[in-house]
């Protein structure tokens, strides 16, 4: 319960408008690369973080990127 409070924490910690390198800060590691798309002259970017030590082993933090400054946040779960 202890980890996921410091998980949720730092997740709500996490604004639109950060950059990756702010996001990366928050959530203490980098995020996994999932897919890279090119909308315009902009390149929008996804990424996922894996809650680690959870019971709910396969949810993750999920972050979208529009030239580096981060546009959505939302949490997945991933049936396995």
Excluded at 40 to 48: P, W
Excluded at 55 to 79: C, P, R, Y
Aim: charged share 25%.
């Amino acid at each position: 319960v202890l980890i996921k409070k410091i998980i949720d924490t730092r997740y709500d910690q996490v604004k639109k408008g950060m950059s990756y390198g702010e996001v990366c800060y928050y959530l203490g590691s980098e995020g996994k690369l999932v897919t890279t798309e090119n909308e315009g002259a902009s390149t929008i970017r996804t990424y996922t973080w894996p809650f680690k030590g959870l019971s709910h082993k396969n949810e993750s933090a999920k972050m979208v990127f529009k030239d580096g400054v981060l546009t959505q946040k939302s949490t997945i779960w991933q049936k396995g």
